[in-house]
């Protein structure tokens, strides 16, 4: 009988990923896109609310990655300048696809309070709340809410102001709460 041969693969840190990359290593490149393809292919989607363009955004992103690696400053981690470049690839290319609509600014004292969903929420059902928000709604609220940026960021991202994005957010939560509530 022949013998098994079992290899392992050599876990390779951010700044090893970092310089292979910057080496334009294939092998550090393919390992660097498949440490992140999933998690910013879910972002993508989230934004764009489309397979088909999310799957654009991630080929798109790391290529723009790949080519700019120079660029990283070490200001943050390489998963967090990644995630700036398929946010920025995502609204780019929705805005290509669609305008985006965003309900007038009503007022800019809306409160930032956080939701209570309970914890009996389905996280699936969530998630096609989500989606079926509006462009404008969905956007802001995955910006804010998932992703962690501030107002300031998504006005400045998405060219609106900070009361347009305050605005969005709060009528986005609303807006999830009602779907919600007539689910359970």
């Known amino acids: 009988m022949g013998?098994?041969?079992?290899?392992?693969?050599?876990?390779?840190?951010?700044?090893?990923?970092?310089?292979?990359?910057?080496?334009?290593?294939?092998m550090a490149q393919k390992r660097l896109f498949d440490q992140y393809k999933d998690a910013m292919f879910t972002l993508a989607y989230r934004i764009t609310n489309d397979f088909n363009v999310a799957e654009d955004v991630l080929q798109e992103g790391f290529l723009s990655?790949?080519?700019?690696?120079?660029?990283?400053?070490?200001?943050?981690?390489?998963g967090a300048w990644i995630k700036t470049i398929i946010v920025r690839r995502a609204l780019r290319l929705k805005k290509k696809n669609q305008k985006y609509q965003f309900s007038e600014e009503l007022s800019d004292n809306y409160d930032d309070k956080m939701i209570d969903w309970g914890t009996s929420l389905d996280t699936e059902y969530l998630?096609?709340?989500?989606?079926?928000?509006?462009?404008g709604y969905r956007t802001v609220f995955i910006l804010i809410e998932i992703e962690g940026y501030s107002h300031r960021e998504v006005a400045e991202m998405l060219g609106i102001s900070e009361g347009t994005s305050k605005s969005q957010l709060y009528h986005s939560k609303k807006k999830l709460r009602s779907i919600l509530k007539n689910q359970f």
């Not at 041969?5 to 080496?23: R, V, Y």
């Not at 990655?65 to 390489?78: E, G, H, M, P, W």
């Open 127 to 135: 998630e096609t709340a989500i989606q079926s928000l509006s462009t």
């Open 3 to 26: 013998a098994l041969k079992i290899t392992f693969k050599k876990q390779m840190s951010e700044a090893d990923l970092l310089e292979g990359c910057l080496n334009s290593d294939r």
């Open 65 to 78: 990655v790949f080519k700019n690696i120079a660029q990283f400053r070490k200001d943050s981690t390489l």
